[in-house]
């Protein structure tokens, strides 16, 4: 199924990324901080564009990076 050792190294950096995101999650939400916890859900998705652009070299296209921006605007005010 894999055909290269990096691409298994890369889908186990991942499923740790989100296993840790979830892990967080369940301990804040638990621990009370429910504003927090919706900022991080929100947050989360632009860590992760932000590694694939750095690590995987991705390119966005003109509407992502609108998209990028406008979620990025709504997070950070």
């Known amino acids: 199924m894999f055909h290269s050792r990096r691409a298994l190294g890369m889908?186990?950096?991942?499923?740790?990324?989100?296993s840790a995101n979830w892990r967080v999650h369940?301990?804040?939400?638990?621990d009370g901080r429910i504003l927090e916890s919706g900022l991080g859900c929100f947050?989360?998705?632009?860590v992760s564009v932000l590694?694939?652009?750095v690590f995987f070299k991705?390119?966005?296209g003109t509407f992502q990076r609108?998209?990028?921006?406008?979620?990025?605007?709504g997070a950070c005010p």
């Not at 947050?43 to 632009?46: A, V």
Request: glycine share 4%; no cysteine.
């Open 66 to 73: 609108l998209a990028v921006a406008l979620a990025a605007a």
């Open 26 to 30: 369940i301990w804040v939400v638990s």
């Open 51 to 53: 590694f694939g652009i």
């Open 11 to 18: 889908l186990a950096f991942s499923s740790l990324a989100v």
């Open 58 to 60: 991705e390119r966005l």
């Open 43 to 46: 947050i989360n998705p632009l």
